[in-house]
């Protein structure tokens, strides 16, 4: 699979180390991830807190410069928890989150490489802030909660043209002078990289089907 994205990225004409592939081992088990591992992975994604928190503080101990990203919605409740196990949170979406992300990061000094998720199909059922809410968003992270927002995540509806919501993401990116975005997963990560994806999200190519997730 790396070996897929350092080609997209090439075929798009960027480097072929400027795309991080994130394998999303959520729904598979601690094996699967051990074996990722040795196959010389080091980016996983989890997309709830209790399994991230069954299956990687073991696997850290055998592999320290493990990188571990929460991809999935994320309570406020959870913030303390997350932001002591996660080196990114893909999820922020709402003042409250990142207020609590704020405390949580002064009072621990650990500080996760953060990311606000954009509804670019302003779906009701999806989380993620409104692209027109999006640079006032940002903006109050920083100002209000201390918070440095790397960048932005999308998840295209599924009925939809992915690169649209792709295109959409990269401006907003550019706009709020971010320089990170995390899009584009199994079934879309090479147009995503071609629209300027810098951390690509893929769990089904990597480990196969997940059972009930
Ligand atoms: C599950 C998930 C993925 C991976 O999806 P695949 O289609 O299996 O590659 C990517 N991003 C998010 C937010 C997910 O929840």
Redesign the pocket.
Same mark, same amino acid.
């Given at each position: 699979m790396r070996g897929r994205v350092e080609k997209a990225a090439e075929a798009a004409g960027r480097a072929a180390d400027s795309v991080n592939l994130i394998a *999303?081992s959520?729904g598979h088990p601690i094996e699967a991830v051990r074996a990722a591992l040795a196959a010389g992975q080091r980016s996983f $994604?989890e997309?709830r807190v209790q399994e991230a928190k069954s299956k990687f503080p073991e696997l850290r101990a055998s592999a320290p410069d493990l990188e571990l990203h929460l991809? $999935?919605p994320l309570q406020t409740n959870k913030a303390r928890e997350a932001v002591a196990l996660f080196d990114a949170i893909h999820s922020v979406d709402r003042a409250n989150l990142a207020e609590t992300l704020g405390h949580e990061i002064a009072r621990t000094g650990r500080a996760p490489k953060l990311f606000v998720q954009v509804n670019t199909g302003e779906e009701p059922q999806k989380a993620g802030v409104a692209p027109r809410e999006t640079l006032a968003f940002v903006r109050q992270c920083g100002e209000a909660f201390g918070l440095k927002i790397a960048g932005l995540m999308c998840?295209p509806p599924e009925d939809e043209e992915p690169s649209l919501h792709f295109a959409l993401l990269l401006k907003l990116a550019r706009e709020a002078g971010l320089n990170e975005r995390s899009m584009g997963?199994? %079934?879309d990560y090479e147009a995503a990289i071609r629209l300027g994806a810098t951390h690509v999200? *893929? $769990?089904? %190519?990597i480990f196969g089907a997940r059972s009930n997730v």
């Open positions: *999303v959520k $994604g997309n991809i $999935g998840i997963m199994s %079934a999200r *893929v $769990g089904t %190519a």
